[in-house]
């Protein structure tokens, strides 16, 4: 009897969302200033959502960051669907990324991640030197801040400046951070900190390689000199 073959046809999947590609990521400027009431009604919307805080800002708050250049913004075609904005604090030593919003149709497509990449790549090119951090009960934006080099870190490492730690009175777990002396809060607490980050992306010279194969060797030939000595020692007994 022949052997049959059989052959199966499958369709090809395309495993990125579309409609990401339509979607325009861009540092604000000031054909975008009228923008800024609908921003602060998406704001109040996601923050009653989540039930924790986005810290409440005003238009013209958000307008100045548009016109300093500290904010990016997402549309699809003339729809804005995305915004973040950069906050500095303690003489610019930190930075924030704050007031990340994504429009509740476009959740889930991977437009968080770019808003979020675009953000942390203009916040690294204007302050090179400053510490990036943030506070967040997202599990989304965790992920996201991870992929970027953030750590978690604890409270009392992020900046102490007092404007940043006003801005949570409008979340209405801000009583659990004064309770706690801002020790913890619900929020998780990450950084990505440029000097720590330089060295763990040192690539290390010839000589350093040598030396680390030659403590190589040396560990593994300790390791069978001991095997061959213990094996001897089980023979003569």
């Given at each position: 009897m022949p052997a049959v073959i059989l052959r199966f046809h499958f369709p090809k999947i395309n495993l990125y969302n579309q409609s990401v590609m339509n979607f325009?990521?861009?540092?604000?400027?000031e054909d975008h200033l009228h923008y800024a009431e609908i921003i602060c009604q998406y704001m109040q919307e996601?923050?009653?959502?989540?039930?924790?805080?986005?810290?409440?800002?005003?238009?013209?708050?958000?307008?100045m960051k548009i016109r300093e250049g500290k904010a990016v913004?997402?549309?699809?075609?003339?729809?804005?669907?995305?915004?973040?904005?950069i906050e500095t604090w303690s003489h610019e030593k930190y930075v924030a990324n704050s007031g990340l919003i994504v429009h509740p149709d476009y959740r889930g497509k991977g437009?968080?991640?770019?808003?979020k990449k675009e953000i942390f790549k203009l916040s690294r090119k204007k302050y090179p030197e400053a510490r990036l951090f943030g506070i967040t009960t997202s599990l989304a934006v965790m992920k996201i801040n991870a992929e970027l080099g953030y750590k978690p870190v604890t409270f009392s490492e992020l900046t102490?400046?007092?404007?940043?730690?006003?801005?949570?009175?409008?979340?209405?777990?801000?009583?659990?951070?004064?309770?706690?002396?801002?020790?913890?809060?619900?929020?998780?607490?990450?950084?990505?900190?440029?000097?720590?980050?330089?060295?763990?992306?040192v690539v290390p010279d010839k000589e350093q390689r040598w030396q680390r194969f030659k403590r190589f060797l040396s560990v593994n030939q300790w390791k069978a000199r001991k095997k061959i000595t213990n094996t001897f020692k089980a023979l003569t007994l």
């Open positions: 325009n990521v861009t540092v604000a400027n996601a923050a009653e959502q989540r039930g924790t805080g986005i810290a409440r800002r005003s238009p013209d708050y958000l307008r913004i997402a549309f699809e075609g003339d729809k804005i669907i995305g915004f973040c904005y437009l968080g991640k770019l808003i102490t400046d007092e404007a940043f730690w006003n801005g949570c009175q409008s979340c209405r777990n801000y009583d659990i951070l004064t309770r706690t002396n801002r020790s913890h809060c619900l929020c998780t607490g990450m950084m990505y900190d440029p000097e720590k980050q330089k060295k763990e992306e």
